[in-house]
Nanobody, 120 residues
Framework: QVKLVESGGGLVQPGGSLRLSCAASGNVFTVYNIAWYRQAPGRQRELVATINTKSIAEYADSVKDRFTISRDNTVHTGYLQMNNLKPDDTAIYYC??????????????WGQGTQVTVSS
């Protein structure tokens, strides 16, 4: 059994910062690509950032130069540092990862999501 759990969301004023975490636990052998998505009310889920096993990152144009994705392979955790937040960043943020279990099964997992609200 594998679980992917996000944390770190909350309410922040415009221009503020938040750091989201995405921790994989359970029968985890290796975490491959990690991605962060977000979904605002009435809008489709969109890809925010990805990071591969070599820590090469890619970003959506809307968050480039403001968000930084990173990972710590020793604790099977991914992070999303969000700076200079704007009201348009308000959404539920979801973590997604390809995980190899100790029984050598590779599966794609989603976390439950964490709410980020940017408002004065």
């Amino acid at each position: 059994q594998v679980k992917l759990v996000e944390s770190g969301g909350g309410l922040v004023q415009p221009g503020g910062s938040l750091r989201l975490s995405c921790a994989a636990s359970g029968n985890v052998f290796t975490v491959y690509n990690i991605a962060w998505y977000r979904q605002a009310p009435g809008r489709q889920r969109e890809l925010v950032a990805t990071i591969n096993t070599k820590s090469i990152a890619e970003y959506a144009d809307s968050v480039k130069d403001r968000f930084t994705i990173s990972r710590d392979n020793t604790v099977h955790t991914g992070y999303l540092q969000m700076n200079n937040l704007k009201p348009d960043d308000t959404a539920i943020y979801y973590c997604n990862a390809n995980i190899m279990t100790r029984t050598l099964e590779e599966t794609n997992y989603w976390g439950q999501g964490t709410q980020v609200t940017v408002s004065s």
